[in-house]
């Protein structure tokens, strides 16, 4: 059983006024920067357990961490999967991972837990302090990132009401694409083969709220046009607890103020 938490980044002073997708340097607001800290904080707090449990422990004796307490998991590995987890490959393809697995040697010697960011700089802002609660580097996975908007980037929000496209593209979530951009189903893609991981240490990923959606959708065996039915607010993170071909939602936008 492998536990892993979505974290969405916090906010910044362009949210809900422009649409930044992979616009370069959105950096955290200072109500951001506290947000970040807060949920840091908690969740460290929260994996206080693992912090120093070495990999190999924790694949001996894997624990979900729920309500404060420690207990069993309720699933068993071989149990039949709850969605299947492996994706075809998206068509943009050649994203950068650094998902090699992480010798002993060079994790941190205190912490087995893993931090993960998509590309962009509040996502990184974000994890910075994660990674230094719980003792782990950040690593870059763009199979995380933002989606591509393409021509939409750094578009105002405002602009968007007659656009029959912009219309498109939230009625019909599963089907339309961003001029220019990817598909909401290259998205899920992505992100569902970095979570198609049999057995590691926690993971920590943080990135963004339709990415977020995307995966959780995917996991519960839902249909992307339901994106919209669930809230990812910033810096919230949803927990999920995986085994080898399934897994499911523990959590949802789980939040705490700074």
């Known amino acids: 059983m492998r536990r892993v938490f979505l974290v969405r980044h916090a906010s910044h002073d362009r949210l809900g006024q422009v649409l930044c997708g992979r616009m370069p340097d959105v950096s955290l ?3 951001g920067r506290a947000e970040a800290e807060a949920m840091a904080t908690a969740l460290a707090r929260r994996l206080a357990p693992d912090l120093h ?3 190999a422990e924790q694949d001996r004796a894997p624990l979900l961490v ?3 307490r420690r207990e069993e998991p309720e699933v068993a590995q071989h149990e039949a999967p709850r969605y299947p987890l492996r994706a ?3 068509q943009g393809g050649g994203e950068r991972t650094r998902l090699a697995p992480v010798s002993d040697g060079e994790r941190t010697p205190r912490s087995g837990i893993r931090v ?3 590309p962009q700089t509040r ?3 974000t994890a910075a302090p994660l990674a230094q609660k719980v003792g782990a580097a950040i690593e870059t996975a763009d199979e995380i990132d933002e989606i591509e908007f393409g021509a939409w980037t750094g578009r105002a929000f405002a602009e968007f009401a007659s656009d029959p496209a912009w219309v498109a593209w939230n009625a019909e979530r599963a089907t339309a694409r961003p001029p220019g951009g990817e598909s909401m189903g290259e998205v899920q893609a992505r992100a569902l083969r970095l979570l198609d991981r049999e057995e590691g240490p926690p993971a920590i990923l943080v ?3 339709d990415t977020i959606r995307a995966a959780l959708l995917g996991v519960l065996g839902l249909g992307l046009d339901a994106y919209d039915r669930l809230v990812v607010a910033p810096s919230s993170w949803s927990e999920l607890a995986l085994w080898p071909g399934g897994g499911r939602v523990v959590s ?3 939040r705490v103020s700074p």
């Open 207 to 209: 990135s963004h709220a």
């Open 53 to 55: 449990t070495s990999p």
């Open 252 to 254: 949802i936008n789980e």
């Open 88 to 90: 075809p490959d998206s």
């Open 116 to 118: 993960l960011s998509s």
């Open 29 to 31: 607001s200072a109500q």
């Open 66 to 68: 729920l309500a404060g």
């Open 123 to 125: 996502t990184q802002e």
